[in-house]
């Protein structure tokens, strides 16, 4: 086959990047050809554009983006919530909802089933002793509402 018959048929790859994987910079590209091109400043005349409101959603580069860690801890600080370990944000009151924290300490533990053996040993132990602590919290409530 020839070359110009190979490229009819698929799709050609071409390496823009402007270092080698030894970070050092690559011969064939120029320095300035990938570069995009810088903002321009507003006018002299014109004031600069003001700052986003606090009511306003920050920009999407702005917004921390979601680990599988952060998604445990917030999980987590859901079932806290629930078992009234932490206040409702809204209403500022302590609520128990034992069946919700029950359901959540659940998928939590599902998640663990499901992961088992591709997390990093940080997620892994992290996710573990959030399940010990919510699973040992829950059965104490439990049993003082049995109680009564």
């Known amino acids: 086959m020839s070359d110009e018959n190979?490229?009819?048929r698929g799709f050609r790859v071409t390496?823009?990047?402007r270092f080698a994987d030894t970070g050092?910079?690559?011969a064939d590209v120029p320095p300035d050809a990938e570069r995009p091109?810088?903002?321009e400043p507003p006018p002299a005349g014109e004031p600069p554009p003001p700052p986003p409101s606090a009511h306003e959603a920050p920009p999407r580069e702005a917004v921390?983006?979601?680990t599988f860690s952060t998604f445990v801890l917030g999980l987590s600080t859901q079932?806290?919530?629930l078992l009234g370990e932490i206040p409702?944000?809204?209403t500022g009151q302590h609520m128990r909802d034992l069946?919700?924290?029950k359901q959540l300490i659940d998928i939590l533990g599902l998640l663990r089933e499901k992961t088992r053996n591709n997390l990093a040993q940080g997620e892994e132990s992290l996710l573990d002793s959030i399940l010990y602590d919510l699973r040992m919290r829950y059965v104490e409530l439990a049993r003082s509402v049995k109680e009564r």
Do not use: I, K
Request: proline share 12%; charged share 40%.
């Open 37 to 39: 091109p810088a903002s």
């Open 88 to 90: 409702d944000p809204q």
């Open 24 to 26: 050092d910079p690559r």
């Open 79 to 81: 079932a806290l919530s």
């Open 6 to 8: 190979d490229e009819s």
């Open 99 to 101: 069946v919700g924290a």
């Open 64 to 66: 921390e983006a979601v």
């Open 15 to 17: 390496d823009r990047r």
